[in-house]
């Protein structure tokens, strides 16, 4: 060292020493010991902890018990689970029915939510949405929502947790005023809805004797998975995979295997999983058991969308009382709470939130049914696909078969509203046209209505013109004219609307519901529908944008988003020129 060099003193100032003790501490919002206390009453203290995976349900119990989620319970939260704020928080702000509430805020004394969707803004949502500020006062925050799964009722709104069909301003302000008079989650014929077939009725016209015969050996799993082979039944979610062939692959995976039921359903103009729910619930849940047991999986997650609140406190009810005498041993069976996401419909993104995740699809392969649910192989499937089981395997698979029309084969439940006389859910047989979907099963168009235009397949199945209503509606007969059947969810347009109206509502809803995950999605969906917005589209711009978003999305929302588009562009050139 040269005689110039600096002279290093030893030790430490004060003030460096003050530094490094602040740097020590404990970075972030910290849980205050009083809230730690309020979320801990709320939820217990398990000696276990809480699991990773229970972090929206966590959620969702502190949103209902405060009416919003404050900062200081989040952060009580992420120390009671032992997970970083930030999680928490990223998890918490993803979803739509979760209230974030910061320091000096109070949340709404009430949300009433008015449905949005095609078939609502037709029956005259906006005008709804006008109306009802002035009408519920400052107190009620009154929003506009997605899709809420009751487009045979539109216009619809949920004031909180309950369902206000064919809303008006008085029935809602009526619907509010008795709110705190009526007791949770009911049912029934207040509302006109069916009865259900409880768990002892569907005991006692002989359900659940083929779930316990396949628990038990007195069928042969092998056997019912040819059976399911044979009858051709397809998923019913909207990809259409082969129902038996997924079973056999998800078999011949390595234990353990989970199974996830996907009743999340989001696709507007879609209600069929909710129709079935209320009127049949036990036959569901019987071929999920042999799904589950033929397929060879040791736990089932029933994902429920979170706008069905009554289907829920129902489906809770009637699950406590098959556990509670049994007809034969179960798997654990777990039913988890959407919070309010389009794309949690999409399987992967199902998953990461049933895991306690933001509901972000993953990229493919691997699989699902390689690497689901907790790392497992996963056997998914849709509500109705599962509710066609007992019959399948107890008729044969000739019976499901043997209905169709032009050549196609099975039934299908086709969720109908718009423009037509009687709305709802239709079973008919697989291939028949719009056409005569809306005269043999609809009552025909409301009257001074005539059938303009379709979407055969909810937002992502594109639109058809009258001239195409004779089309078979069945899986692979539409693609070539540009759409898909996917849920079957069909919803009717007449002369008084406009193909490019109903395109512009769907794109508005896939940016308003893209995860933002991918580049494409997140920006293509905004950038087309401020657009489309224009008298006279663009569309050499909006062909790229539909390009770049069906070529590099990561999932289906994505990818089918261009659909409405392009069939404007192709069928109703005159309304965008």
């Known amino acids: 060292m040269s005689s110039s060099a600096p002279v290093i003193a030893l030790g430490t100032p004060d003030s460096l020493r003050a530094s490094f003790k602040r740097a020590s501490q404990p970075k972030g919002r910290q849980a205050e010991d009083a809230a730690r206390a309020e979320v801990r009453a709320l939820l217990g203290s398990p000696a276990a902890g809480h699991p990773a995976a229970l972090l929206i349900q966590h959620l969702h119990s502190l949103n209902d018990h405060w009416g919003g989620l404050h900062t200081a319970h989040l952060a009580a939260l992420a120390a009671e689970m032992n997970l970083p704020m930030a999680q928490v928080y990223e998890v918490a702000s993803f979803y739509h029915h979760f209230d974030v509430v910061y320091e000096g805020e109070q949340p709404a004394a009430l949300t009433v939510r008015v449905c949005e969707g095609l078939s609502c803004e037709m029956a005259g949502a906006r005008a709804l949405l006008a109306q009802l500020p002035a009408l519920l006062g400052p107190d009620v925050r009154v929003i506009a929502a997605p899709c809420i799964g009751r487009c045979e009722q539109a216009p619809a709104a949920l004031v909180g947790q309950v369902a206000v069909p064919h809303a008006s301003p008085e029935a809602v302000l009526n619907t509010l005023v008795a709110e705190g008079q009526q007791p949770a989650g009911r049912i029934g014929a207040a509302r006109g809805e069916c009865e259900i077939i409880d768990y002892d009725a569907y005991r006692a016209g002989g359900g659940y004797s083929l779930a316990a015969a396949v628990v038990h050996g007195e069928e042969d799993a092998e056997e019912i998975l040819r059976t399911m082979e044979a009858s051709g039944l397809r998923g019913l979610g909207g990809a259409g995979f082969p129902a038996g062939r997924k079973w056999r692959i998800v078999r011949e995976q390595p234990a353990p295997r989970y199974m996830a039921v996907n009743i999340d359903e989001g696709e507007p103009g879609t209600f069929k999983d909710r129709h079935y729910l209320e ?299």
């Open 279 to 577: 009127s049949d619930p036990h036959r569901f849940l019987e071929g999920m058991l042999v799904a589950a047991q033929v397929a060879g999986t040791e736990a089932i997650y029933l994902y429920l969308r979170d706008e069905y609140h009554d289907c829920r406190v129902m489906l809770e009810r009637e699950l406590a009382k098959l556990q509670a005498n049994p007809p034969c041993p179960l798997p654990r069976i777990e039913l988890r709470r959407g919070a309010g996401a389009y794309i949690c419909g999409e399987e992967s993104a199902m998953i990461e939130s049933i895991e306690g995740k933001r509901g972000e699809p993953r990229m493919r392969p691997p699989y699902i049914a390689q690497t689901g649910l907790f790392g497992r192989p996963t056997l998914e499937h849709n509500l109705e696909t599962l509710h066609w089981v007992r019959d399948i395997v107890e008729r044969g698979p000739d019976w499901f078969g043997s209905h169709g029309r032009r050549g196609r084969k099975g039934l299908r439940s086709f969720s109908v509203s718009g423009r037509v006389a009687r709305p709802g859910v239709k079973l008919a047989p697989a291939g028949i046209s719009v056409r005569e979907l809306i005269d043999e099963y609809c009552g025909g168009m409301i009257d001074g209505h005539e059938l303009y235009a379709y979407l055969p397949g909810g937002a992502s199945g594109g639109i058809l013109p009258e001239s195409l209503a004779d089309l078979p509606l069945d899986f692979d007969t539409l693609q070539p004219h540009g759409c898909f059947i996917g849920s079957a969810a069909v919803i009717v347009l007449s002369q008084h609307d406009r193909a490019r109206d109903a395109a512009l509502n769907m794109m508005r809803f896939f940016a308003h519901e893209s995860c933002g995950q991918c580049t494409p999605c997140r920006a293509g969906t905004a950038k087309a529908a401020l657009l489309m917005e224009a008298p006279r589209w663009d569309h050499e711009t909006l062909e790229d944008i539909n390009q770049v978003m069906a070529d590099a999305s990561i999932c289906g929302l994505g990818q089918a988003a261009p659909n409405p588009v392009r069939c404007v562009q192709q069928y109703f050139p005159h309304e965008v020129a």
